[in-house]
Every structure is written in C-alpha cells, then in structure tokens.
C-alpha cells in the first residue's frame, strides 16, 4: 500500500472512467479546488448519507471555486445507477482496478467482526487550484463532514 499523500505535496494524478461514460482527470481540474472523497460502496447507508450530504451543499461548493468528486471501487454501471436514484450532482469516478486508491493510499486492511479484508478507508482530500493536497480527513465520520470540507474549501 502507497502512503497517503501529506498537505503540501502534489496529488497524485488520475485518469479515470466516470458516471455517464465520461473520463475524470486531475489535469482536467487545474485551476479549480478539487475535493476528492473516497467511499467504499455505492448505495451502502454510510456511503449514500455522505454523498447526500455533499450534493446538498454542492451549490456552495461552486461558488467556492471547488469540484467534488466521489471515488470508489464500484464500476460505471453501477456509479450510473447511485447517481440517477440520489440526483447526484456531482462526478463519480470508478476505480475498479485500484490504481488511484492505491495512489492516495486508502486502500487498506480493515477489520469487522474479527475478519481482516482490504477495502476502502473512508478519507477526503482537499486539493487546491495548483494540484497540491490542501487537507486530508482520515478516518471520516459522515454527519457534519461536507460542511467541515467546505469551510476548508471556503479558507483555501
């Protein structure tokens, strides 16, 4: 597993499928503040209020200047689906082989009821207009969260 990229350093770049047929590519988003929230699974509770709750604000996260997109191992079609059922309006990027969890370094042994398995370590990262990593939440806890990254997005 890669370590996670600290504040300061350059994100690591990214070319991946979208919702919708599309590419998402860091080099696409230069310029503009990058909010980069990895999620373990379309359609799971957790995972489904997290992205409720960025839609939510993603007016405000415009007018900051600032793009989200959610990131999981999930395929396109099924990307496609979480994103027409919710209203989502915001990019999903599937990551089925692993490359770019693997490169911001969430991709990690997890353990729920004494079994250990690799799954995705719920973490977000802000990057600023430059490509560098602004902040990084590990560990998230979903109620409160987005509004947390968008207060950083705002002071950035």
Not at 82 to 110: H, I, N
Request: glycine share 10%; proline share 5%; aromatic share 10%.
């Amino acid at each position: 597993m890669s370590a996670m990229p600290a504040p300061g350093s350059p994100a690591p770049d990214f070319d991946l499928p979208g919702a919708g047929g599309g590419r998402i590519r860091l080099a696409d988003l230069k310029g503009r503040k990058v909010v980069l929230y990895f999620y373990p699974k379309d359609d799971t509770s957790g995972c489904t209020k997290e992205a409720m709750e960025f839609n939510a604000l993603r007016a405000e996260f415009d007018a900051a200047g600032t793009t989200v997109v959610g990131v999981s191992p999930d395929d396109v079609k099924s990307h496609d689906k979480f994103k027409a059922k919710y209203e989502l309006g915001f990019d999903l990027a599937s990551d089925t082989e692993k490359a770019m969890l693997e490169a911001y370094g969430v991709w990690a042994e997890k353990s729920m009821y004494g079994r250990k398995y690799m799954g995705v370590e719920r973490t977000t990262f802000l990057i600023d207009a430059t490509g560098k990593v602004a902040e990084v939440w590990q560990k998230v806890k979903v109620p409160g969260h987005a509004a947390a990254v968008l207060a950083a997005a705002k002071a950035l």
